[in-house]
Structure formats: structure tokens, C-alpha cells
């Protein structure tokens, strides 16, 4: 079985989720299920980066451990797998051991090969980002990205990236699919092309970090530490055998654009320099934006997912998200649009077609699946569509990572078949040609199971529904029964229809 390796990127404990993060978790939980319905052997990693002077500042002022602060904190990003029905094969904490042998070999592993190196580090640096900055990076004495800065100077090991330009410049260009969507891919060549230069990894005044091999006064840069996540999960330092080759290079590193530099610059220059393969891809998403307003702590203004799941439900949740906004791009989350969107998709095209489609079935053919006739060509027409949308839906997931476009296509037969309920008017054919109503209800039903299969990545527990309600059995729900050969029997009987997706009170909006 051919193996896909996807990872989200770890989580800051400093805080709550919120749906930026419930956001990158999504689309890759959308793509694992994709992948494993398509008959790949899955690993979705995902889990909370836990080192740092942000995380210890956090742990701080709440006036905890650090370790107890960020088991309780990353216990709330469990939960959110839970409660977001994410179907992760591995959760990893960066405060594990594993993890921590995982980092300390990888350093030494780079310090043997030459690319670490003592030095003094003076400079800013923003805890809000974790990140250093050159004195013209600055704005208005502030990070580009508004994060407060301090003055550091203390003795740091370096990692040399600059000797990387040209072998990640030739990267780039023999793997012109690494960085996606091309316009990031752009700005990444331009960044390293503007020269790069080595960059701190370790810190010595706090101690909230994993210790630098042979030198415990120092720990580890979070991010030399986070990056690290993605082959400790793979079994590293164990390269020996089949396990780790059997999933790295990853496949795909979902993370959003502010930290795509990290993913797409410092990291493969770290995997080269300890002579292992980058990752194939790293796709950066955009931001969601709460009514206009960027989310932050210090606002207080992020959404909080949980209670979005309360109001509407697990499903149109992940349904709004993936299909809201053009991914990559960013988008503004508002609570109207989110109704609207659940109100028109999710109960009038489809909830509509699916319920009066099942209920002509109860109420006509006694719960029993019909038999069918001579197909018209409308009939064709739509079966068509039907049986062909994987081909055209496996590009955007494999390729292009356009996940709102494969929610459209979805969309765009339910509204054909919602044309063709209304044009062939079943419940008119009962009285003047049971036998053509028979066959209508057949082919509606049959594209309803192509729909309900194809669904399942996007809204797994409704899919499910959908797949119930027409009797598929659990073995036939994988992408390979899309085809005309697993067609549902006429004779198969099917339990009463039940609503799958109410209508939202638009007052929700208000609350
Ligand atoms: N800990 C680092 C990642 C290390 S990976 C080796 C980190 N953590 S984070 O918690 O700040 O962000 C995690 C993910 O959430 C990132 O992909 C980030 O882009 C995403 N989002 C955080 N806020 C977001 C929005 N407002 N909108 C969309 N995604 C956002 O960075």
C-alpha cells in the first residue's frame, strides 16, 4: 500500500485554540481522509509545541509549572481533535522524550556535518513570534508584524544557513512543486535569493527548552526544536529499516503563511545539512480575519471553535471552513455569512435533495429501492456527472490543494440533480408513469450515493448519514466503489429518511 505522510504544523500552548488554528487541522484532516478513502496508507501528524520563551512567559504569569501549564493547555488541543472529528494517527508533544532524543540527535547529527557554530547573537527578537529580526526589518521599533521586540546579546550556537542559497535555490527549481500556491513560492525564491544569513539555535537566559548536546547551558531555538516534530513522529533518530524511509520525505506540511520562511527555508536547509530529504511539499493557507479585526491574545477576539460547534454542529463547522474561502487566501469570519452558507449548501440544496429524494422512495416504493427502466439521455447526463466527479476532484486534492473547489464540484451536481428532481417531477409521473418515476427515483439515488462517498472527507458523520439512508454497505464507502460496478440494487430497502441538516435560525447570527 502506497504510504502519504501529512502533517499540521504543532501547536503554541501559550494559549486557547481558535479557529485559525482548528483552520490548518482541518484542511489537512480533509486531505488524510481524501487520501485514505483513495486507498493510501495515511499518517496524520499533528500535536503542540510546547519549549519556549512564549510558552515559559505564559506558564508564568498563570503562576504554573511549565510542565503542568502545558499539559493542561495541550489537553484543549486534544480536545479540539476530538470535537472537530480529526482522524490523526499521531499526536506529538515536543516536551516527550522521544521527541527531545529526536532533537538532540538531529543537532549533533548537523554539528558533526559542520553547519553549527559558536558565536555571540545580538539582535532583536519577538517573543509574540518567536522569531528574530534585523534592525531593518523594524517598523516604527516594532516587529513587521507588530510584535513587540527586545535587544538581545548572550553567546548562541548558530546554524549556518547561509551556505544553503544555492543547493535550496537549485531545490526550488528541480522541485518546482515544493512551495505551493505558486505566488508563495515566488516570495520564498526572492527572500533566499536576496542572500540569507546564519541564524541563532540555541538560548541562554532561560532554561524552558531542550539542552544543546555537550553544552546544557544552552537549549535549543523553539523552532530548531519544533521543526524537529515532523521525523521524531517518523521514528528519528531509528533510520535504520523500513520505518522511517516508509514515510519520509513527508508528503505534505500544511501550515499557514506565517510560518511558511520556516517550513520552506530553515527546514530543508536543516534536513540537507544532516544529509536527509525535505519534505515534497509545503502548502501555506491564508488568515482568517474575526469581522475585519486580526486575532489575538491581546484582543481577546479569537473564535473559539468549541462554541462554534455548539451553535451549529461539527459538520457545517468544517463545511463553512473548507468551502468559505478560496484556500490560500485569507478570509473574514462572520457569523451571518456562516448561516447563510449552512442555510443555502447544506439545507436547500442538499438536505432538500437528499430528504425529498429518500421520502418519494418510502412513501412511493415502500422503503425499497426501485427498479429502473430504459435511462433517458437527462438521466445519463446526470449519472455521468455523477460517476465522473472523483477524476475531477483528485487534482484538487493531490494536486492543487483547491479544497473549495472540490466542495463546488460536489455542489455543482447537487444542484443538477436538484434541476433534474424539478424538470422530471416524480411526483407528477406517479399518477401518468409509475414506471419513469421509478427510474428518476433510481438515478437520484445512485447519485446521491456518489455524492454521500465523495462527501465523507468534508463532513465525515453526515456523509455517514447520507450512506445509511441508502443502505451502502461499510465496505463499499471507499473511492474504488465509485464505480458503476458498485451501483446500488434495486430491491435494497432503506429506512425511513431523517432530516441531516436542519435549517440555522438566522438570530444564531446574533448571539
Ligand atoms: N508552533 C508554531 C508552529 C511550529 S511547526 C513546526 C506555530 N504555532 S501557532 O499555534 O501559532 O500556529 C499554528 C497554525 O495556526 C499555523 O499554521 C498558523 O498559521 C495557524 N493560524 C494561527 N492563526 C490563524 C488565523 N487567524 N487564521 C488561519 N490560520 C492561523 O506557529
Redesign the pocket.
Known amino acids: 500500500m502506497k504510504t502519504y505522510y501529512i502533517t499540521?504544523?504543532?501547536?503554541?500552548v501559550n494559549?486557547v485554540p481558535?479557529?485559525?488554528?482548528a483552520?490548518?487541522s482541518v484542511a489537512c484532516d480533509m486531505i488524510a481522509r481524501f487520501m485514505r478513502l483513495d486507498g493510501y496508507a495515511v499518517k496524520f501528524l499533528t500535536g503542540t509545541?510546547e519549549h519556549g520563551k512564549k510558552v515559559a512567559t505564559a506558564a508564568d504569569a498563570s503562576g504554573i509549572a511549565p510542565q503542568d501549564f502545558v499539559n493542561r493547555v495541550s489537553q484543549n488541543f486534544q480536545e479540539l481533535l476530538i470535537a472537530m472529528n480529526f482522524s490523526c494517527d499521531g499526536f506529538i508533544r515536543t516536551t516527550h522524550a522521544n521527541h527531545i532524543t529526536a532533537a538532540q540527535a538531529l543537532w549533533e547529527k548537523i554539528s558533526d556535518n559542520g553547519y553549527i557554530y559558536l558565536d555571540t547573537y545580538a539582535g532583536w527578537y519577538a517573543v509574540r513570534d518567536?522569531a528574530f529580526y534585523l534592525e531593518a526589518d523594524l517598523v516604527d521599533g516594532k516587529a513587521p508584524t507588530g510584535a513587540e521586540v527586545e535587544w538581545l546579546e548572550e553567546l548562541s550556537y548558530f546554524f549556518a544557513l547561509s551556505k544553503w542559497q544555492k543547493p535550496l535555490l537549485d531545490f526550488y527549481e528541480t522541485h518546482p512543486n515544493f512551495i505551493a500556491p505558486l505566488s508563495r513560492r515566488n516570495e520564498v525564491m526572492n527572500f533566499v535569493k536576496s542572500g540569507l544569513r546564519d541564524f541563532s539555535i540555541s538560548r541562554t537566559s532561560f532554561s524552558w527548552g531542550i539542552p544543546v548536546p555537550g553544552d546544557p547551558a544552552h537549549v535549543m531555538y523553539?523552532?530548531f526544536d519544533?521543526?524537529t516534530?515532523?521525523i521524531s513522529a517518523a521514528g528519528y533518530p531509528d533510520i535504520e529499516g523500513e520505518r522511517f524511509y516508509n514515510v519520509w520525505p513527508a508528503d505534505l506540511h500544511?501550515?499557514?503563511?506565517?510560518?511558511l520562511r520556516?517550513?520552506a527555508v530553515y527546514?530543508p536547509a536543516m534536513l540537507m545539512s544532516a544529509g536527509l530529504s525535505p519534505p515534497k511539499k509545503v502548502f501555506a493557507?491564508?488568515?482568517?480575519?474575526?469581522a475585519g479585526h486580526?486575532?489575538s491574545k491581546s484582543l481577546g477576539n479569537?473564535v473559539d471553535p468549541f462554541a462554534l460547534i455548539e451553535k451549529y454542529g461539527v459538520d457545517p463547522v468544517r463545511y463553512f471552513m473548507l468551502s468559505e474561502i478560496p484556500f490560500g487566501h485569507?478570509g473574514d469570519f462572520l457569523h451571518q455569512s456562516m448561516v447563510n452558507r449552512l442555510n443555502s449548501n447544506l439545507s436547500n440544496d442538499l438536505g432538500n435533495l437528499v430528504q425529498r429524494s429518500l421520502s418519494m422512495i418510502a412513501v412511493n416504493c415502500g422503503n425499497q429501492l426501485p427498479v429502473f427502466g430504459a435511462l433517458t439521455a437527462e438521466d445519463n447526463t446526470l449519472l455521468d456527472q455523477a460517476n465522473k466527479l472523483i477524476d475531477i476532484v483528485r487534482p484538487l486534492i493531490v494536486g492543487t490543494q483547491a479544497l473549495h473547489k472540490y466542495c463546488a464540484e460536489i455542489w455543482n451536481v447537487v444542484r443538477a440533480a436538484n434541476q433534474y428532481v424539478d424538470y422530471q417531477a416524480p411526483w407528477a409521473l406517479k399518477r401518468t408513469d409509475p414506471a419513469r418515476m421509478q427510474t428518476v427515483l433510481y438515478v437520484l439515488a445512485e447519485t446521491l450515493r456518489c455524492v454521500g462517498i465523495l462527501l465523507q472527507p468534508v463532513m465525515p458523520a453526515s456523509a455517514c448519514k447520507i450512506l445509511d439512508a441508502l443502505s451502502v454497505p461499510q465496505d463499499k464507502r471507499s473511492f474504488s466503489s465509485l464505480s458503476v460496478l458498485d451501483a446500488l440494487t434495486p430491491g435494497t430497502y432503506f429506512p425511513d429518511p431523517e432530516p441531516i441538516f436542519p435549517r440555522m435560525i438566522d438570530e444564531v447570527a446574533d448571539a
Request: hydrophobic share 35%; net charge negative.
Open positions: 499540521t504544523p504543532i501547536y503554541y494559549d481558535h479557529i485559525g488554528h483552520y490548518t509545541d518567536e523553539v523552532w519544533a521543526l516534530n515532523y500544511m501550515v499557514g503563511k506565517d510560518i520556516f517550513h527546514w493557507h491564508g488568515f482568517w480575519t474575526n486580526k486575532m479569537g485569507d
